[in-house]
């Protein structure tokens, strides 16, 4: 499917069908979208939790409003980004970028250096919401993934990210979750917004041309 199409089919899904699963291929792709999503520095300053446990994502079901889209999605994603930067943690991605490129270990000494010198003075709230801005970046190419695959999809904001945070141990990891995403198939009797009409702002108030 043109992405283009993919984006005017997808939409916020209110009611998922529990009775249909996606398939694993399909998640995996979904996934894998995720990961090569563009990232500052390519530090990639996140991970991705993919749920299918029912006892836990009802338990998320309470920490999310009672929103029960959780409790009926097929597979519930959850972005967690890195609580703050760290040497350490700097090192280890550009370690891992040298060693599949096959460089020297200090071909990006300077710049690393140079991004220490950034982040490393900042206060962890500053730092924390830089990496989460980050995984929205993925977040964003995972709905499109699957809208490309007729998968549907539910961007969430709305849920107590400490009590994610504590159900997924995300503390101990040095994570802090971000968002969730549910993934599955509508059920199209019962969802209020399938039928409703796609709005949006219309172009000429939405882009400011500069030439």
């Known amino acids: 499917m043109e992405i283009l199409d993919a984006l005017k089919w997808r939409y916020a899904t209110k009611k998922y069908d529990p009775s249909k699963k996606v398939d694993q291929e399909l998640v995996d792709k979904i996934v894998e979208a995720t990961r090569l999503a563009p990232t500052s520095s390519g530090l990639q300053p996140f991970e991705v939790f993919v749920i299918t446990n029912q006892e836990l994502k009802n338990k998320i079901v309470t920490s999310a409003h009672g929103q029960e889209i959780v409790a009926d999605c097929s597979h519930l994603l959850v972005f967690a980004a890195w609580d703050n930067y760290t040497a350490e943690r ?122």
Not at 97 to 109: F, L, N, S
Not at 155 to 182: A, C, R
């Open 90 to 211: 700097i090192d280890q991605i550009y370690a891992l970028t040298t060693t599949g490129r096959e460089q020297p270990a200090d071909r990006y000494q300077a710049y690393t250096d140079r991004l220490k010198s950034m982040y490393l003075d900042r206060p962890a709230e500053v730092n924390s919401a830089h990496t989460a801005r980050q995984a929205y970046i993925a977040f964003a190419f995972a709905m499109a993934e699957a809208a490309s695959l007729k998968v549907d999809s539910t961007p969430m904001e709305g849920f107590i990210n400490e009590e994610v945070d504590e159900l997924l141990h995300l503390k101990e990891k040095g994570l802090k979750s971000v968002t969730l995403l549910p993934i599955g198939y509508r059920d199209e009797a019962n969802d209020w917004l399938v039928n409703l009409k796609k709005v949006r702002n219309p172009k000429e108030k939405f882009v400011t041309e500069i030439a």
